[in-house]
């Protein structure tokens, strides 16, 4: 079925939820349910159906496109606690759900770089991997002096800390769906607003008093921890599986500033990695026809020398 | 006699114990190790402490609530241990293994409010290595009982990279009117613990030591 609220957006073919050990998971699919799975992961504060436009284009290449929301995200379950590890397991349950063979799998930002660890992790379960603009390499530091440094952390430890202990109560704002979309643009400023417009519709829910991201009010930009971006790129080389990294040449807020000289170093065996000149961080949405055929070939290409 | 109160932390009722009353003094936090919960009593090394003596459980253990599908990270029971503070102001804490290392994010994160953090010896003091390793991941049967497998398997390898440990020495120093805002009692080193003793601000000291003090500071 076709969505005319975006040009090209396609509503998913098959949508349903499965159980990750008590979160419900939405997942969404495109194409024939008998072709072989492709698992499609998308990035933080996303959602599934961000895919809407570039999943389509996949399917009517033959394969049965999976998306899911992770925890917390689009129509998945708001639950108690979200980590890395968390959602590495939710992806493990929802690749068991629908296969137990090696699938190709793409991941867009954070969902790349999670799959970078689950392909180091378990490569049994990749038979290729693809990664749009998710290959962490630097931490990004302001260049400013160490008590500003300081003074930077504390407002982020203390910032982190007031957020959770309000957490409870907590709500997005709400908005007419201008307002959402114009609030997104602040982190997707490459966007169309059209887009950004149609996001709300399928991401946002329209409540009494106004739409609302359906994303967890308790999830938020920024945070500390331990992990470090080199964290992700040291585990490119070990990689058995084809490797296939698309990553846009424009900065913008959400992107890792990663280029294809600073990947070149820790590609594995055969790999590659692309850059899409005049693209930003969300390549397969800037130029979703180009990036679509790029994966086609890719995994055609994979499975003749398979 | 002790008494519970249950505190919010998003979506997991926090129990936290109070083990003595008391008005006067400051009082004192206690935070249990991996697996372990709160104590039920007002621990001897603690008897002479001036004020009140309260004792969290954290997320996944003891009277607070096992939360479905894990999750957890050492980042989260530092929020649980902030909304212990918020409902006590402010606080000496002494932390035992996996707390102790939660005592110290603390100490950094809210310098203004920990008037002193005792790192002991205790389970889950080591966590996980210092920096990534080939660790798989597994899905465990569904078990919503404290403590939660998930917070056993997720708080058992958490990293601990030396130098962000030390990062919240740091903070504490910085932020906090104490001259040596942390005491290290643990007998057992691990690398982030080797490394935080190692910092301007810290001291080494038994419990009794330790509290004393503090409880003068």
Known sequence: ?306 | MTSVRFLTHNKVRLALHELRASDAGRPLLLLHGLGESSFDHVPVWAHNWPGAVHALDFTGHGGSTVPLGGGYAAEILLADADVALAALGECTVVGRGLGAYVALLLAGARPSLVRGAVLCDGPGLAGGAVAPTSQSFFVLPAAQRAPDPYALFELSRDLRPPDYATTFVRLALEGSAMREPIAVAAIVRPPWLAAVVDQVGVTTATIDEALRAFASA
């Not at chain 1, 050990?21 to 349910?33: N, P």
């Not at chain 1, 692309?274 to 930003?280: D, P, Q, V």
Request: hydrophobic letters at 40%.
């Open chain 1, 1 to 306: 079925m076709t969505d005319t609220a975006y040009p090209g957006a396609v509503t998913p073919d098959r949508e349903h939820h499965i159980d990750a050990i008590g979160v419900r998971l939405a997942i969404h699919e495109w194409g024939d349910e008998q072709a072989d799975p492709l698992f499609l992961v998308h990035g933080g504060f996303d959602f599934a159906r961000t895919y809407d436009v570039f999943a389509p284009l996949l399917a009517a290449a033959g394969w049965r496109v999976i998306a899911w929301d992770q925890r917390g995200h689009g129509d998945s379950e708001h639950a108690a606690l979200y980590s890395w590890d968390g959602d590495l397991r939710d992806a493990m349950i929802v690749m068991d759900h629908f296969t137990d063979r090696p699938a190709p799998v793409l991941g867009h930002s954070k969902g790349g770089a999670m799959m970078i660890q689950l392909a180091d992790a378990q490569p049994f379960r990749f038979s290729h991997l693809i990664n749009l603009d998710g290959i962490p390499y630097k931490r990004t530091i302001p260049d400013v002096a160490e008590h500003e440094r300081t003074r930077m952390l504390v407002s982020d430890l203390t910032g982190w800390l007031d957020h959770r202990r309000a957490t409870a109560s907590a709500s997005r704002k709400p908005g007419t769906i201008e307002e959402l979309a114009r609030r997104r643009a602040r982190t997707n400023p490459r966007l169309p607003f059209e887009w950004l417009s149609y996001l709300v519709r399928v991401g946002g829910r329209e409540d009494p008093d106004g739409w609302r991201w359906k994303l967890d009010p308790t999830m938020r930009f920024g945070g500390f921890g331990p992990w470090r971006p080199e964290w992700t790129i040291t585990r490119l080389p070990g990689l058995p599986m084809p490797f296939l990294g698309i990553l846009g040449e424009q900065l913008e807020e959400m992107s890792w500033g990663t280029l294809p000289e600073h990947v070149a170093p820790y590609l594995p065996v055969g790999g590659r990695c692309e850059l899409i000149r005049g693209a930003g961080h969300f390549v397969h949405i800037e130029q979703p026809h180009r990036v679509a055929e790029m994966v086609i070939d890719f995994l055609r290409d994979g499975r003749s020398a398979a």
